[in-house]
């Protein structure tokens, strides 16, 4: 049986957002795994290499919060659910506000890597 990797994962998905917020493209890379798909909230599938383009350039996050996050470790699989509200644009755009997440995150050799995040988008107003 494996140990419980709630708090490694919390770490990573915060790890995550902070390198995005950066445009730390390195660690960025490090974290996703070659395999990783977004499901995004705008109803759009993208890959690894395109979601680092997208993050390193016209993405932009100013700010990221979470609001929960419910760790589901299953054998050499977790997957993370959270509620977050950040401020965000791509290009003109903005895409600001409180969306749910579900990042899915796959045990290689002893390394946890992030294989999946779907999100949906914008919610409304938490109070």
């Not at 690894?48 to 699989?77: H, I, Q, T, Y």
């Not at 749910?100 to 045990?107: E, Q």
Request: charged share 25%; with cysteine; net charge negative.
């Amino acid at each position: 049986m494996l140990p419980d990797p709630t708090n490694e994962l919390l770490e990573l998905e915060r790890a995550w957002m902070n390198a995005w917020i950066a445009k730390d493209r390195a660690a960025c890379e490090d974290i996703l795994d070659d395999e990783f798909l977004l499901s995004s909230a705008r109803g759009i599938l993208i890959r690894k290499d395109e979601w680092l383009a997208g993050a390193m350039s016209a993405f932009n996050c100013r700010e990221f919060e979470w609001l929960s996050a419910l760790v589901r470790p299953f054998e050499r699989f977790a997957l993370v659910h959270s509620t977050i509200r950040q401020a965000a644009s791509v290009g003109e755009q903005d895409w600001s506000g409180v969306f749910m997440l579900t990042d899915a995150w796959v045990l290689r050799g002893d390394r946890w890597k992030v294989v999946s995040r779907h999100g949906t988008g914008p919610l409304p107003a938490v109070a």
